[in-house]
């Protein structure tokens, strides 16, 4: 069966330090994967995606970046962070090639900059 | 722009009493349909989905939700919710391609 963990699962970083979260997906090949940012009373906002490796769609322009370096290896990353990028992380994947299909998610990272 | 609406944003109920969560979606075309529902601690995860054919689905755990086209609906719907429907619920619409419009969603209580 598949699965998706995402680490670390809380992080607190002060504003200006780098970032960087990993995803990875167990027991399928060349999923679609996600990252989303979820705020209380907002919503999911897609924040990235990617179909394969190295192909990264970016939907919000921000202050953040995503890689996908190995096919089921998601990772969400950012130079600077700042106060505004604290928030619900989630990972997300989907079948290949299904691109309305359903979606699994991950456990999340919660992500306080001080 | 698409957009999802859900008009409850918190909902008390006592065990035994109905439920219906409201979403609207802003498409004119083509879409399916999605609720998510994230358990306390829980993992975000599917309760039930439309594609195409009969309006009326039915998911997981006694949940069912019928899509209105004309009314560009698609409520969630359970007769006799349990303590253990307490949870958040999202609507979701996907118009085709890879983004998935998520409602802000509702958090469910229910007293035992």
């Known amino acids: 069966s598949q699965t998706i963990h995402q680490w670390p699962a809380t992080l607190v970083q002060p504003v200006g330090s780098p970032l960087s979260l990993e995803c990875t997906v167990e027991?399928?090949?060349?999923?679609?994967l996600y990252w989303y940012r979820q705020a209380a009373g907002r919503g999911l906002q897609l924040l990235f995606y990617?179909?394969?490796?190295?192909?990264i769609s970016s939907e919000v322009p921000q202050n953040l970046s995503a890689s996908r370096p190995q096919d089921r290896q998601f990772i969400l990353s950012s130079k600077k962070l700042l106060l505004s990028d604290s928030g619900f992380y989630l990972c997300a994947w989907s079948s290949p090639g299904a691109l309305q299909e359903t979606q699994y998610f991950g456990p999340g990272t919660r992500l306080l900059v001080l | 722009a698409q957009s999802v609406s859900q008009h409850n944003h918190h909902v008390i109920l006592s065990e035994a009493a109905s439920l219906e969560l409201g979403c609207n979606y802003s498409y004119g075309g083509t879409v399916n349909l999605f609720w998510y529902v994230q358990y306390p601690g829980q993992h975000l995860q599917l309760l039930l989905k439309y594609f195409s054919g009969d309006p009326l689905v039915k998911g997981i755990k006694g949940f069912e939700a019928e899509f209105i086209k004309s009314k560009f609906s698609f409520n969630l719907r359970k007769p006799s919710v349990q303590w253990s429907d307490t949870a958040e619920y999202f609507c979701a619409v996907n118009a085709g391609g890879f983004k998935t419009i998520f409602g802000a969603g509702t958090r469910l209580f229910v007293k035992a």
């Open positions: 990617s179909v394969g490796i190295g192909q």
């Open positions: 027991g399928t090949s060349n999923p679609n």
